[in-house]
């Protein structure tokens, strides 16, 4: 169902997020972790649902 797939890719961004806030992970890192084929797949991912890229919200979170 519809709701199954946004569901997962909710808690996917939340993964991400989560990822993101280890600074000693890569970009690539993450996206080998998260299954993402290459990193800037993941990063169109991120983006088309946070509004930021991933290095623009890992720069947010450590700058607060």
């Known amino acids: ?3 199954d797939v946004y569901k997962r ?6 993964e991400v997020k989560s990822l ?3 600074s000693r992970l890569n970009i ?3 996206a ?4 993402f084929p290459s990193q800037s797949t993941l990063n169109r ?3 088309q649902r946070t509004g ?3 290095s623009q919200y890992r720069k947010h979170i450590f700058s607060t």
């Open 45 to 47: 991912f991120f983006r």
């Open 52 to 54: 930021m890229t991933l």
């Open 32 to 35: 080998i972790l998260t299954n």
């Open 1 to 3: 169902a519809a709701s």
């Open 28 to 30: 690539q890192e993450i």
């Open 20 to 22: 993101l806030r280890d």
């Open 9 to 14: 890719q909710i808690y996917i961004v939340l």
